[in-house]
């Protein structure tokens, strides 16, 4: 990775879900190149932390704009960017939450959240690194915000960092299919994200993804020490488009259930 942005959100990421450090270092035991496809970041629609303010430190480096999606049911808005010259850039994916589509009491326990630090916390260039700058989080309110949004919950507890890495099975050698990757992770005793199946797309979209299931971590609220969904690693393949390129962009109706991946579950 040329990109230091990249080695920083890798270190955040792996200090906080080892697993995803170790399903890496079994691509690279097997003489596997790990490239990423794609790494993902969430927010809120709020004009202090929005799309565009994530955006600022990618389009910094030289990234472009390229695809928009809508995720209705999920109330999400979505970009993602590439960068045109850097080989194996990963694209950036960047989600909002559109928080008046929810419920008065869901805006007001998110708004009291957000105002409860400085604009200067947002105004941060390295916001994207900063994970919650919110304090200790209240279970209650993270239960509360569950029964509208799951990925609002999660966004309260875990706040600015890369929810996922994506491992680009185009770059690998044996493993050259989704297929394989997948019996591959769960002989390594992992567990899939299987809402509507294992894989999500097909090779006639021109792409196919599947992740694991977010890893379950010990967090501390005010409440006490709870057990919560952190974050995901994802493999993802992509196959020529009409035009003869490898599709770049993302399929609205896969990335709808790979967000199920950080779902709160009880183990
Ligand atoms: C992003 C989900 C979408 C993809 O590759 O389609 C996605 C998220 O969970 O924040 O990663
Ligand atoms: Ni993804």
Same mark, same amino acid.
């Given at each position: 990775?040329?990109?230091?942005?990249?080695?920083?959100?890798?270190?955040?990421?792996?200090?906080?879900?080892?697993?995803?450090?170790?399903?890496?270092? =079994?691509?690279?035991?097997?003489?596997?190149?790990?490239?990423?496809?794609?790494?993902?970041?969430r927010t809120f629609d709020d004009p202090r932390m929005n799309i565009a303010v994530l955006s600022k430190k990618f389009i910094k480096l030289g990234y472009v704009p390229k695809g928009e999606y809508k995720f209705e049911d999920k109330h999400l808005n979505a970009i993602h960017l590439e960068h045109p010259t850097i080989e194996n850039a990963p694209r950036v994916f960047i989600s909002e939450l559109i928080l008046s589509e929810f419920s008065e009491e869901f805006?007001?326990?998110?708004?009291?959240? =957000?105002?409860?630090?400085?604009?200067?916390?947002?105004?941060?260039?390295?916001?994207?690194? !900063?994970?919650?700058?919110?304090? !200790?989080?209240?279970?209650?309110?993270?239960?509360?915000?569950?029964?509208?949004?799951?990925?609002?919950?999660?966004?309260?507890?875990?706040?600015?960092?890369?929810?996922?890495?994506?491992?680009?099975?185009?770059?690998? !050698?044996?493993?050259?299919?989704?297929?394989?990757?997948?019996?591959f992770i769960k002989d390594k005793g992992y567990e899939m994200n299987t809402t509507g199946g294992e894989i999500k797309g097909t090779p006639e979209k021109f792409l196919q993804q599947s992740s694991t299931l977010a890893e379950m971590i010990e967090m501390e609220f005010e409440e006490g020490i709870y057990e919560v969904p952190a974050c995901f690693y994802e493999f993802a393949i992509r196959y020529p488009d009409e035009s003869g390129q490898l599709f770049s962009g993302f399929i609205a109706a896969n990335a709808n259930k790979i967000f199920d991946s950080t779902n709160f579950r009880t183990v």
């Open positions: 990775m040329q990109l230091d942005v990249f080695n920083t959100l890798w270190k955040n990421y792996t200090l906080q879900n080892p697993s995803a450090q170790a399903v890496h270092d =079994l691509f690279t035991q097997e003489g596997e190149q790990v490239i990423n496809d794609h790494i993902a970041f805006q007001k326990t998110v708004k009291r959240r =957000l105002n409860s630090v400085g604009n200067a916390y947002y105004a941060d260039p390295d916001l994207i690194y !900063k994970g919650s700058v919110w304090g !200790k989080p209240s279970y209650a309110d993270y239960q509360f915000l569950r029964k509208e949004s799951e990925y609002a919950a999660w966004l309260y507890i875990h706040g600015f960092r890369a929810n996922h890495f994506t491992v680009s099975i185009n770059a690998l !050698k044996r493993y050259n299919t989704i297929e394989k990757v997948n019996q």
